[in-house]
T-cell receptor, first 118, second 113 residues
Framework: GAVVSQHPSRVICKSGTSVKIECRSL??????MFWYRQFPKKSLMLMAT?????????EQGVEKDKFLINHASLTLSTLTVTSAHPEDSSFYIC??????????????FGDGTRLSIL | QKEVEQDPGPLSVPEGAIVSLNCTYS??????FMWYRQYSRKGPELLMY????GNKEDGRFTAQVDKSSKYISLFIRDSQPSDSATYLC?????????????FGTGTSLTVIP
């Protein structure tokens, strides 16, 4: 089945550090990748939608300069949390859709990155 | 009104019970329906994916879609402690209208040995 790999799984760093999270589709080409944030016991909060080769579309209230998204290829998208602060501590999850012409496809999720800013 | 409504639970059942999880929605344009299972500190795992109305069965899991009532269900037969997780429903329209997905808030399930 479709596999999405997310790395790293856990990050602990000091305030002011920039953190990069990678999301890779291992066995399929992903035209679209999504980045979510999830708070404890809460559902997924969509941050941005990333299409290969174009700029990401950010949801309302998500700072573009704070959360930099790059989707350089059909198998890789990265999220960089710039100058992270304690309030950015959260569980970040990516997902990807396999490219199929004219057919709806489900999202396949990575295992998430737990980010803790001290 | 939210696009997708899901009872957050928590739901607690004894091992071997049949579990019924449900979501309702308001957008009649939804055509694709998904159920995900999420264990603590992990990403959601796709369990079932259905198109339009009807039933789909995979092992102990059965997904039902009733578009006339805007209601979807996931049934788990012979529930096991390993089924203890949060279950998320999700849905989307035709891919021609974009890749926007709508998620329920998730139902927390505990299966007691």
């Amino acid at each position: 089945g479709a596999v999405v790999s997310q790395h790293p799984s856990r990050v602990i760093c000091k305030s002011g550090t920039s953190v990069k999270i990678e999301c890779r589709s291992l066995d399929f080409q992903a035209t679209t990748m999504f980045w979510y944030r999830q708070f404890p016991k809460k559902s997924l909060m969509l941050m941005a939608t990333s299409n290969e080769g174009s700029k990401a579309t950010y949801e309302q209230g998500v700072e573009k300069d704070k959360f930099l998204i790059n989707h350089a290829s059909l198998t890789l998208s990265t999220l960089t949390v710039t100058s992270a602060h304690p309030e950015d501590s959260s569980f970040y999850i990516c997902s990807a859709i396999a490219f199929r012409i004219g057919k709806g496809q489900p999202q396949h999720f990575g295992d998430g990155t737990r980010l803790s800013i001290l | 009104q939210k696009e997708v409504e899901q009872d957050p639970g928590p739901l607690s059942v004894p091992e071997g019970a049949i579990v019924s999880l449900n979501c309702t929605y308001s957008n009649s344009a939804f055509q694709y329906f998904m159920w995900y299972r999420q264990y603590s500190r992990k990403g959601p795992e796709l369990l079932m994916y259905t198109y339009s109305s009807g039933n789909k069965e995979d092992g102990r899991f059965t997904a039902q879609v009733d578009k006339s009532s805007k209601y979807i269900s996931l049934f788990i037969r012979d529930s096991q402690p390993s089924d203890s997780a949060t279950y998320l429903c999700a849905m989307s329209e035709s891919p021609r209208t974009g890749n926007q997905f709508y998620f329920g808030t998730g139902t927390s399930l505990t299966v007691i040995p």
